[in-house]
């Protein structure tokens, strides 16, 4: 059948199923079918109606559900019980497939089915004749393991069932045995050999035991198949099934190279994605084509600086196509200046003064040397860290804890003065952070009581920033200190010292300037 239209045959709910801890309950079935309707797909395979009365359930209420757009088909073994079953199952239907088969590679004949070529000939003809009785008017034919079979005995089964009433092939390669050329060859073959092959539609069902799933069902199409069998995600038996986001949009993003198009509505893609991982509860991997979470995300200074500049640089899909609102910008320790300083301008930060940011910069290279990602919580950390315009009498320079159980807490603490003098001194204390203010109680020598000390982590994760904010007291005024890092007590640190430095302001009579961040 030649046009350039590919029907797009989704087997999420039998083949994808099969996934191993993949058990889906018939109303989440009902659910996925509505949202494959909404995304477009041709026919939806429903389930395998004989194998349980929770699938016979499933297939009859999509059956009876979709509209006449879509074909429901439910699988048999090439057995009239099957069959009887599943017209049973499908009778509700605006547009019933019965997709039945049987095995044509020698492993199938000799091992599972124990039959001779003439014998499983005659009995795939058989129930597709038994389906036609049944008056269903479109039959799906499976030659299963036909990427490991004789291609002269397939050829016959398949001008034998044609002639018999089928009106869809499906050349599965059961076992993901095939390369992208033998599979394409396969359909070529077949069109030249078989008499009627024309007339039919020739379907690709992939395996992914190679990870060439998606690359054969394209190879297939290329040669002639004009329906594509896939799952979503990818999911099904083993390393699952050619993937639907990956053939449509590799059909869609390449129409230049393929001259093919499908029904889908791509911007259902990721929507439909998420709804069969949360059901099923597979995981996608984050490098995942079209669907992962790293699919639109960008990490490196020199990557994101390109995309920030113009998206196509580095993205051949735009992410709202299918359905994902933008790409993202990963903020790691191998992000540039132009990233970051996009996403302080997207958290509503301007910067009228290139040092603040330089500053900023300095610092989030340091926290994203010790973390993987910076999250927006960080950042937001960072800027109000830094930005703080409290003069800075002493800062942090150098600082070194020894503690444990069996450690006295001691602190080694190097503090600039403004003067730029730089001062050493050593305490003990009850603990490490103890220890530190003591130290630096020694060198500043400004008495006050602390009044309040809180620690908060910013972001999850065991190397989350820590985000310290103490109170301390002075001739009844309180003053107030706030910093983060991801070291505890450098954070404490830092804390201090700003609390510190507002004290040493306030009696020196040096105004805090207006912009300052944190307050008294
Ligand atoms: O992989 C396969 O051969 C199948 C058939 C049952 C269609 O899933
Ligand atoms: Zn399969």
Same mark, same amino acid.
């Given at each position: 059948?030649?046009?350039?239209? $590919? ?64 074909? %429901?088909?439910?699988?048999?073994? !090439? ?79 398949? *001008? ?27 359909? !070529?073959?077949?069109?030249?050999? $078989? ?95 079209? %669907? ?53 301008? *997207? ?35 960072? %800027? ?5 315009? %409290? ?5 942090? *320079? ?59 982590? $910013? ?47 306030? $009696? ?13």
């Amino acid at each position: 059948m030649s046009t350039n239209r $590919v029907h797009i045959f989704d087997t999420t709910l039998r083949d994808g199923e099969q996934s191993p801890g993949a058990s889906l309950n018939v109303d989440e079935k009902v659910e996925i079918a509505r949202q494959l309707e909404k995304l477009g797909v041709d026919v939806i395979e429903a389930g395998f109606p004989i194998s349980s009365p929770g699938d016979f359930e499933a297939v009859s209420r999509i059956a009876a559900l979709v509209g006449d757009q879509v074909t %429901v088909c439910g699988l048999t073994r !090439a057995r009239p019980g099957d069959i009887d079953v599943a017209w049973d199952a499908l009778k509700g239907a605006k547009r019933p497939r019965i997709h039945t088969g049987l095995g044509v590679s020698e492993s199938h004949l000799k091992h599972k089915l124990k039959m001779t070529r003439d014998q499983a000939l005659e009995t795939g003809v058989a129930a597709v004749r038994h389906a036609r009785s049944l008056g269903c008017p479109d039959i799906e034919y499976f030659t299963e393991d036909s990427g490991r079979a004789d291609p002269e005995y397939l050829y016959r089964v398949i *001008e034998a069932v044609i002639k018999a009433g089928a009106t869809v092939i499906n050349v599965p390669d059961t076992t993901g045995y095939m390369s992208p050329e033998e599979y394409g060859a396969l359909f !070529a073959g077949i069109l030249n050999h $078989v008499p009627g092959a024309e007339n039919i539609t020739l379907s690709a069902h992939c395996h992914n035991d190679l990870g060439m799933a998606t690359a054969n069902a394209l190879a297939a199409a290329r040669a002639g198949a004009r329906q594509i069998e896939c799952t979503i995600n990818g999911i099904g038996e083993r390393a699952g099934n050619t993937s639907l986001e990956e053939v449509v949009m590799a059909l869609h993003t390449r129409r230049d190279a393929y001259g093919l198009t499908t029904n889908i509505r791509t911007e259902e893609i990721y929507r439909t994605s998420r709804m069969i991982s949360t059901m099923t509860g597979i995981l996608v991997q984050p490098n995942k084509a079209i %669907v992962g979470a790293n699919a639109f995300a960008h990490s490196s200074g020199i990557h994101q600086d390109g995309v920030l500049k113009e998206r196509t640089t580095y993205e051949i899909i735009d992410p709202k196509t299918v359905g994902i609102n933008e790409s993202r910008i990963i903020l790691s320790a191998r992000s540039g200046r132009a990233g970051v300083k996009h996403r302080l301008q *997207e958290l509503g930060y301007t910067f009228h003064n290139g040092d603040d940011f330089e500053k900023i910069y300095e610092r989030f290279l340091r926290v994203a040397d010790s973390k993987k990602v910076v999250y927006d919580e960080d950042l937001e950390a960072i %800027v109000s860290d830094e930005v703080s315009t %409290v003069p800075q009498t002493y800062e942090l *320079e150098q600082l070194q804890v020894t503690c444990g159980d069996h450690n006295i807490p001691t602190a080694t603490v190097k503090l600039r003065h403004e003067n730029r003098a730089v001062l050493l001194d050593a305490d003990t204390g009850n603990g490490p952070v103890d220890a530190v203010y003591r130290a630096i109680n020694r060198i500043v020598q400004v008495p006050n009581d602390l009044i309040e000390f809180t620690v908060q982590s $910013v972001t999850e994760g065991i190397d989350a920033m820590a985000d310290v904010t103490i109170r301390i007291k002075a001739d009844d005024m309180i003053y107030t200190g706030h910093a983060a890092h991801t070291d505890i007590v450098v954070a404490s640190a830092k804390a201090y010292l700003q609390a510190l430095n507002k004290q040493i302001a306030r $009696v020196s009579g040096r105004p805090e300037p207006a912009r300052q961040l944190e307050h008294v």
